[in-house]
């Protein structure tokens, strides 16, 4: 904007001409302003990486750095929506009303069991791409980094049991993930034990996994349920995992601890009591598990595609990163660095394919 | 970002510092993430430009173009929030949880008289800088702009009649700071003629406007108020002032005729009728007015001293749009022109000191 007639162009009179034309057909917006690729990483601060519920204003940093994630992996344009409620209804109401600002809406940090029923809500009155990344982001990679796990250590198989530790909005999502991707022995874990259709202190999507997960019928301890098991998966609290019961578990198992920023066990510990395969959610080991592996591609690809996100779309991600990463495989490099652009693009590329199909 | 190292202090772990921080001292979210210099530009769409209430989709295009003015003039990151809310409750509510989002708000494009008091109830809750554009800063450019023509044509003083026709959310806030600015005699009109305390069909803003103006207790059309005016402002309606119009003002009037994208009158019209000074809101004419001269400025100073937008701010803005143009005052460049980035500085500059006093 150098001159006067820019400046008449971009704002007014001319501006006028773009009102006018998204008056006549809504859709315009999308062709003739910069909406479509303007994403809000949105959340209320209730439950931010592991520090809890810490607010809007103590929360806004992490946005921002997921806003930098956004536009450095996927040159979407992010901005930090803080949402001041923690009762549903009013969260839901206040996000439907901005929702005309934004092209795409990341959730972010928000509270289980509130994130489901927030998420279910607002997939359903927008037609906008929505996820709530710590969700489905974190299952995807999961899931990606499951796949190659189950190459590199084949004794294990999507057959053998799977313990996930942490049963919030994480947690459930991956177990989720995973059945949809064929694993079919999964035994969830929280802190009162075993998740098992016998308890009665479940909400109701917990009644629901008990239900769907746990076919060996499994109760009590976090050690009784990974005695035997094949692979841990951590979405819990430092320390959790000790060396005592990865040595229970079957042998060559797969470690995934990611609790940040000290996971459940330290690699070397994991590695000392047995484990073939170590993962964290750390960048400064080896094997990191990350949902920036996946989201900036997935909302690529469905703000490309106008789609909403659904469930062909997170395994045509996971497909993406596990074919990129192929000839690259090995047990230190269970997946591609985040900082790789083309992994990026290649999750795109992977997620309009799906969007479209 | 184009390190590991950087990942891990822009995001996860280094990320978590911040937000400890933030909860031990909220302060720190001015210093410590980009919210401070984040500013959103807020609208429902109820009065668009000329065209009215087209609504939150229609009317993305002004707030986008307004964002690029506020980077542009004040290096300010500006996004555009449209409310899909009419009803001032809602609106003000959905504003509010989102706020600790910004490190400003620029209201814009919201029908009278909904916005007087959406304006201020958000001026009361929120303690960040707040302004209705439409009314102040349009107000505080036309203050600048009569200073200049009362310089120019000094047969006119601050006690001579100025007709304001339009008495939506730009003609009130004209009237008020034209009286802080010292104009004692002031006469509104509207769609049913001038404002007078004997009307019985005024709402409660034009009820206490219509008491603090029209002195000489004129009643009648706008023909009746401009008849021996020394000043006509216009924000309302192409074609509104005729020629015989003009013709029956004082000798030497001035007409700032500020209808957009067509102005009351046009100026070789007006000059032909007599006037000797016409300004319009078009860049395509000599002597623009436009609020752009001031909006920049205004909140680059409010946000550099996180100070709530004043009338001695309002003011401070007014006198330097005057002084920095006074040596290239003349009737064919009443004010700066908006492409100047020089002036939108020196609107900072004195915004901020006056804050600080």
Redesign the interface.
Known sequence: ????QD??L????G??E???L??QD?DA?NT????RN?LAVISNGTA????GN?????????M???A??FK?FANIDA???????TDIE?FV??V??????FGAINLEDIAAPACFEIEERLKKSLSIPIMHDDQHGTAVVVLAALTNALQLVPSHTKSSRVVIVGSGSAGIAIAKLLMVGGFTNIVLVDSKGIISSDRSDLNDFKQTLASQTNPEKLSGSLADAVKGASIFIGVSKAGLLTPEMVTSMAPDSIVVAMA??VPEIMPDLAHQAGAALVAT????FANQV?N?LAFPGIFRGAIDTRSPITEKMKLAAVQAIVEYHAKDLSREMLLP???DEAVHKAVADKVREAARA
Request: include cysteine.
């Open positions: 904007m150098t001159t006067r400046l008449t971009a704002y007014t009179p501006i006028a773009v009102c006018k998204i008056q809504p917006v003739h302003t910069f909406c303007n931010v990486l592991g520090l810490i607010g809007t204003k103590a929360g806004y940093p992490v921002e750095g997921k930098m994630l450095r901005v930090p929506i803080m949402v001041h409620a009013e109401t206040t439907e009303q901005i929702a005309d600002s940040n920023p959610g750390r960048s400064d990350n920036a660095s985040i900082m």
